[in-house]
């Protein structure tokens, strides 16, 4: 048994990848291949096209989360590696929600929506689609504040993206 606990927490890390095929399977089978699950995933392009900026966010103590690191530095497709999470940082995720809302509701949902900072999409019949920016928190609340209004039909998350505040340490070219 270890003297002291090791502190499991949550760890937002950014990586620039090489486009090549493959690439991202590499970089996911790393981290699972280690027993750690990859809570969010969001990859796109760069300012260059041949590279990909993944978020990613997994859980590990800071000497596991340091390995992995160290381990993805290792893969031939992997630009650069960073934990932002001891970091200064600002980390957004998207949420698409779709919501069966009486008529009678709907102006006050709306009041709701426009408060929280979400933009309602689409008022078909099938269901009213609400988008909103935030942190998880932000979401969780914007979630539960939303579904009280009506039944909640489907809900789509994004990845969780991150970015520095100070001078950016991940860069393409840099």
Same mark, same amino acid.
């Given at each position: 048994?270890?003297? %002291?606990p090791?502190?499991?927490?949550?760890?937002?890390?950014?990586?620039?990848?090489?486009?090549?095929?493959?690439?991202?399977?590499?970089?996911?089978g790393?981290?699972?291949?280690?027993? %750690?699950? !990859?809570?969010?995933?969001?990859?796109?392009?760069?300012?260059?096209?041949?590279?990909?900026?993944?978020?990613?966010?997994?859980?590990?103590?800071?000497?596991?989360?340091? *390995? !992995?690191?160290?381990?993805?530095?290792?893969?031939?497709?992997?630009?650069?590696?960073?934990?932002?999470?001891?970091?200064d940082?600002?980390?957004?995720?998207?949420m698409?929600?779709?919501?069966?809302?009486?008529?009678?509701?709907?102006?006050?949902?709306?009041?709701?929506?426009?408060?929280?900072?979400?933009?309602?999409?689409?008022?078909?019949?099938?269901?009213?689609?609400?988008?909103?920016?935030?942190?998880?928190?932000?979401?969780?609340?914007?979630?539960?504040?939303?579904?009280?209004?009506?039944?909640?039909?489907?809900?789509?998350?994004g990845?969780?993206?991150?970015?520095?505040?100070?001078?950016?340490?991940? *860069?393409?070219?840099?």
């Amino acid at each position: 048994m270890l003297p %002291y606990p090791r502190r499991i927490m949550r760890h937002l890390i950014a990586i620039l990848l090489q486009n090549e095929a493959g690439a991202l399977t590499r970089v996911t089978g790393l981290i699972s291949s280690r027993g %750690y699950n !990859i809570e969010s995933l969001s990859v796109a392009p760069t300012n260059d096209p041949t590279v990909s900026r993944l978020s990613l966010v997994t859980s590990g103590s800071d000497s596991v989360i340091a *390995q !992995i690191n160290a381990q993805l530095l290792k893969l031939v497709d992997v630009v650069a590696v960073e934990d932002m999470t001891g970091g200064d940082h600002l980390a957004r995720e998207l949420m698409l929600i779709k919501l069966r809302v009486d008529a009678e509701r709907v102006q006050s949902l709306q009041d709701v929506v426009r408060r929280g900072g979400g933009k309602i999409l689409s008022t078909e019949p099938s269901g009213l689609v609400v988008e909103l920016a935030g942190t998880e928190d932000e979401i969780a609340e914007f979630m539960a504040a939303v579904g009280s209004f009506g039944d909640v039909i489907e809900v789509v998350r994004g990845g969780v993206l991150g970015i520095s505040r100070a001078s950016p340490r991940l *860069q393409v070219g840099g």
